[in-house]
């Protein structure tokens, strides 16, 4: 604790100084800056181009609807906007003085006719002042454009189809990003860290696509401001409540069932200049239940998923756009497998974050803070139970200082949480970790783009700091966009990474219901044996990765984008759960090798792959062909084959070849009917084959136990270096949709549609002990009614 405190007050002089220091550069000029929001709703608008009309002065909008044009000469100006398809093209005259830091909230009307005007695309112009390596950014809008399972458009549902996911299937199903684990990918809701995104049943996340403004999800060579994960992130926002009138959805499908309700706090008079309002969400599962009526042929037992949502959120404006946020939210989950075993898991938490945007300075300021609880246990039949719980806190605050079309982030963030991990493997040996621990980082980033936007540069470095485990890790990353031409462009990115996190369970195991955390485990093996047979010294308890991506975009025509990219993350050092281990870890065991008896083992591991995204959006017709090859592997430093050689192992997520075709279509006279299809197709994930069966003695009377009389169960082992595969999988989901408006802001949407049209009987795991096939969901047709008002 005294080590964190002195890192903090390290850090605070230099984010103070750089605080200060950059508000001097803005002296001679003007700076325009402000929010663009829908006048409706109140809510901001992403993404769009606000310009200086008749210069080459502007900037796009960002998460928050916030813009800051910097740099202005003094003069008389007129502020545009006109990349909001269905909105009234704004202007706004203002006058610039020197010094002079100008605010203004800006509103955008609805219009029938488009207004003529100098049209500006918010997309292409970022893709020309974005680096935009390894990252997809989804809203609303595209995330309806996928069949719904069940009606309700979902984040887990679209996630699939982003090039480098991978996701294990209908049941169990966990989220692989570019060969890292899950416990590798960072998901942050609203800032506040989220330990477990996704229900048990894959076709599910915990979030309300309705209430999502925008998800950045980043596959790999993501900048310093994210920290504490060596894949990937997940960056979520909600959108605030409407500030205008109530509003809300109620929806029903013959999986579940969802209410939605907004509004502003107290009652809005037209030109307010602070507001409030509020957002709560509310979504269940009965498949349980009403699977016993429809789905009988799946399961004449009923389908045992089972799970609830509940979120909410106060939103607080002031007058120049500085903001505060409140939120709780409360997710849980529940499956029973028959004969198999019953797992269940809790997650709660609340927090804040904030915007300040000063009056007389040019850099914005930006924070959150939270705490979350996760609780997950699981009892397998004929096991004992295993159970894992993981609580903690994370703030961060950030500063962003914008120099004309450049501009520097910087900040800090801390974060600490316990951990508390119980369970005993398959030869009944006891695993068991409570540890507590605190991680600080401070980061610094700077985008720089050249005058003709021909070369944009965004280095950064994180200095993390594991106070419990004593380490720092310095972490430089750098990212790069050089724009060919306007219809071409390079993009590269690498960093280093590392994160204290790990699993509790293996990357072997086939099946893998039960996802919990653990601390970076002190329990670990002295040395490590390279794959070219050098032993090494373990000299710390941190995973780590380098990244290191390279891809080019392409415009093939005004509606059609090409993308690839290729990626290499080197993983030099990870932990796994040990389940080889038979001794305990005792003096008396001192001469037994460390793969028996320490409860983790450290690996390496290499990821590799290209990704391929070819992607068609014109008016009534979107096109989306997603293809990913990817090679992982891990090294343990144990694993043999037959000829006693050291060999590398394929963790179970190791799909060689992953492709998805996604369609949408609207159609009839008032654009009332919509079509949406997507077909999967993958081949089969690695196993390691059975070398045969023996009688499992537990010896629960201990050294007394007659095994000569002793009745064991049934067991199987794996015959050591050969690797098979699944068979391939594939799947086909359909949906249609007609919307029927009732009022002006009252509408009906009548859905109908089917999860895996075909019936492909695509496996889910192999039980050896039954030598029983068990396969992933047949097909599931659903229907879904829901009321916008």
């Given at each position: 604790m005294r080590t964190s405190l002195l890192i903090t007050k390290k850090l605070l002089p230099l984010l103070i100084f750089l605080f200060f220091s950059v508000a001097l550069f803005s002296q001679g000029t003007g700076v325009i800056r402000g929010f663009v929001y829908l006048k409706e709703s109140g809510e901001p608008v992403l993404f769009t181009n606000v310009i200086l009309k008749?210069?080459?002065?502007?900037?796009?909008?960002?998460?928050?609807g916030f813009f800051s044009i910097t740099k202005v000469p003094a003069g008389d100006y007129t502020i545009m906007i006109t990349s909001m398809l269905g909105y009234d093209t704004l202007q706004q005259p203002v006058s610039v003085k020197d010094g002079e830091i100008i605010s203004t909230k800006l509103y955008l009307t609805k219009s029938a006719v488009q207004l003529q005007g100098v049209e500006v695309s918010a997309e292409q112009d970022a893709k020309e002042s974005e680096t935009r390596v390894s990252v997809n950014k989804i809203d609303p809008i595209v995330i309806k454009k996928l069949p719904t399972v069940g009606g309700e458009p979902d984040l887990a549902q679209y996630l699939q189809v982003l090039p480098g996911v991978i996701f294990t299937g209908d049941q169990g199903g966990q989220l692989y990003i570019r060969g890292g684990s899950a416990v590798q990918n960072k998901v942050l809701l609203d800032g506040m860290i989220v330990y477990n995104p996704f229900h048990s049943i894959g076709l599910f996340s915990v979030f309300d696509a309705d209430i999502i403004r925008n998800a950045d999800v980043y596959s790999g060579g993501f900048g310093a401001e994210?920290?504490?994960?060596?894949s990937s992130i997940m960056d979520i926002t909600t959108r605030d409540g409407?500030?205008?009138?109530?509003?809300?959805?109620?929806?029903?499908?013959?999986?579940?069932?969802?209410?939605l309700v907004e509004g502003p706090i107290g009652r809005y008079k037209e030109g307010d200049k602070q507001s409030a309002s509020f957002i709560f969400s509310a979504k269940t599962s009965y498949l349980p239940t009403t699977s016993k009526v429809l789905y009988t042929y799946a399961d004449p037992e009923g389908l045992p998923f089972s799970f609830s949502d509940y979120y909410g959120k106060v939103s607080l404006n002031s007058t120049n756009g500085s903001k505060l946020n409140l939120f709780g939210f409360n997710f849980n989950d529940k499956v029973s497998y028959k004969s198999l075993q019953d797992m269940s898991w809790n997650s709660y938490g609340g927090g804040g974050n904030f915007l300040l945007v000063p009056n007389n300075s040019p850099i914005l300021v930006d924070g959150s803070f939270a705490y979350s609880q996760y609780y997950i246990k699981l009892k397998p039949e004929a096991e004992r139970e295993k159970s894992s719980k993981i609580k903690g806190f994370n703030m961060k605050i950030g500063f962003t200082y914008f120099m004309g079309k450049n501009e520097m982030n910087y900040g800090v963030e801390v974060l600490g949480f316990r951990t508390d991990f119980d369970l005993y493997n398959s030869v009944n040996r006891h695993i068991s970790q409570q540890e507590s621990t605190t991680e600080i980082g401070g980061y610094v980033k700077y985008r720089w783009i050249s005058k003709h936007k021909k070369l944009l540069l965004e280095p950064s470095f994180r200095l993390q700091y594991y106070a419990s485990l004593a380490n720092a890790s310095p972490e430089p990353r750098m990212s790069l966009k050089w724009n060919i031409a306007k219809f071409v462009r390079l993009k590269l990115a690498a960093g280093m990474y590392s994160q204290n996190l790990i699993a509790a369970n293996s990357d072997k195991d086939v099946v893998n219901l039960f996802y919990g955390f653990l601390a970076g485990p002190s329990n670990l093996p002295e040395t490590f044996t390279e794959?070219?047979?050098t032993v090494r010294e373990v000299k710390h308890r941190l995973q780590k990765a380098n990244h290191y991506v390279g891809?080019?975009?392409f415009d093939l025509g005004k509606n059609l984008d090409l993308n690839v990219e290729g990626y290499y993350k080197d993983f030099t050092q990870l932990a796994n759960l040990n389940r080889n281990k038979i001794f305990d870890d005792t003096p008396d065991n001192a001469d037994k090798p460390d793969n028996l008896k320490k409860d983790f083992i450290i690996e390496t591991g290499k990821a590799r792959g290209v990704d391929v995204v070819l992607k068609y959006d014109r008016k009534r017709m979107y096109l989306w062909f997603v293809y990913s090859l990817t090679f992982i592997n891990r090294f343990d430093g144990v694993l043999k084959d037959d000829n006693g050689n050291l060999i590398s192992y394929r963790p179970n997520f190791d799909r060689r070849h992953n492709a998805n075709i996604v369609g949408s279509y609207i159609f009839g006279k008032n654009r009332n009917w919509e079509f949406d299809a997507r077909w999967n197709i993958g081949s089969g994930f690695p196993f390691r084959a059975t070398g045969g069966f023996y009688e499992d003695l537990n010896f629960t009377g201990g050294v007394s136990t007659d095994y000569t009389a002793a009745n064991g169960d049934l067991n199987y082992f794996f015959r050591e270096g050969e690797t098979k595969e699944l068979?391939?999988?594939?799947?086909?989901?359909?949906?249609?949709?007609?919307t029927f408006h009732v009022f002006e802001n009252t509408k009906i949407e009548v859905a109908a549609g089917a999860t895996n049209v075909y019936s492909r009987k695509n496996i889910f795991y192999f039980d050896r002990v039954q030598y029983k096939r068990v396969d992933q969901l047949p097909i599931l047709p659903t229907l879904s009614v829901s009321m916008t008002f």
């Open positions: 008749g210069t080459n002065m502007g900037i796009a909008t960002d998460v928050n994210y920290g504490g994960r060596i409407n500030k205008r009138r109530v509003a809300g959805k109620l929806s029903a499908n013959t999986f579940g069932a969802k209410a794959e070219d047979g891809g080019f975009e068979p391939w999988y594939h799947r086909l989901d359909v949906n249609i949709k007609r």
